[in-house]
């Protein structure tokens, strides 16, 4: 009984955005391609995750949007795209990744 209240509880303050897992995340290489895709890898609370891709789009109102896209596989039964890692970025998060691409792309990121 005192474990279900417990877990009820964290679930109440997760829902009420009290409690937050903190993500130290650092882009440590980028490359763009020639048709303008960009990859890179980051080190998440110290696991690395290779080929990450930052994609803007457009929304259907027209509005311009980002997002950072983990690395997937397709189902051969099933044909949908599953990823091999996932976690939640914040808007926060989201920007600071913005952040550091740009600067490691100035500074000589590489270009295929």
């Not at 130290?24 to 110290?46: H, L, P, S, W």
């Not at 691409?101 to 590489?110: A, F």
């Amino acid at each position: 009984m005192l474990r279900r209240n417990q877990n009820q509880q964290q679930e109440t303050q997760q829902e009420a955005g009290q409690e937050r897992t903190v993500f130290d995340c650092k882009v440590t290489r980028v490359r763009e391609t020639q048709n303008g895709a960009i990859y890179f890898d980051m080190t998440v609370n110290g696991v690395c995750i290779s080929e990450c891709r930052y994609v803007e789009y457009k929304t259907k109102e027209g509005k311009d949007g980002q997002m950072v896209s983990f690395p997937s596989y397709q189902s051969k039964k099933n044909q949908k795209w599953y990823n091999y890692v996932w976690f939640p970025i914040s808007k926060e998060l989201r920007e600071s990744i913005e952040v550091q691409i740009s600067d490691l792309l100035d500074g000589g990121g590489e270009k295929m």
